[in-house]
């Protein structure tokens, strides 16, 4: 059974940086793509970073790039999301989902329902 755990939400000021974690069980990387989404009140879910199941590409929404990273640990089966110089128009709970590894998208990362599997959500919240 597929399940993720997202970890590493927080409040933190504008400008600094969080790292969150996606710890995937039941299957392994390589056979999925790992995104990660936000969701902040009353807007939609909007793919913010995700990596292909090779690990070898990645794509950016464009509010950002520059900003985020996103990257895996095979050995741990966890995909990562580095954000630095946070601004509060980042606040939001974030969530990893899983889709076919089989996929990929031309620019960012798809919509939702190309998910099948999601975590719960860690909050994040950037604010002085």
């Known amino acids: 059974q597929l399940r993720l755990v997202e970890s590493g939400g927080g409040l933190v000021q504008p400008g600094g940086s969080l790292r969150l974690s996606c710890a995937a069980s039941?299957?392994?990387?390589?056979?999925?793509?790992i995104g990660w989404f936000r969701q902040a009140p009353g807007k939609e879910r909007e793919g913010v970073a995700c990596i292909s199941s090779s690990g070898r590409s990645t794509n950016y929404i464009d509010s950002v790039n520059g900003r985020f990273t996103i990257t895996r640990d095979d050995a741990k089966n966890t995909v990562y999301l580095q954000m630095n110089k946070l601004k509060p128009e980042d606040t939001a709970v974030y969530y990893c989902?899983?889709?076919?590894?089989?996929?990929?998208?031309?620019?960012?990362?798809?919509?939702?329902?190309?998910?099948?599997?999601w975590g719960q959500g860690t909050q994040v919240t950037v604010s002085s």
């Open positions: 989902g899983a889709a076919a590894g089989s996929m990929w998208f031309t620019s960012e990362c798809g919509r939702p329902n190309e998910y099948n599997s």
């Open positions: 039941g299957f392994t990387l390589d056979d999925y793509v």
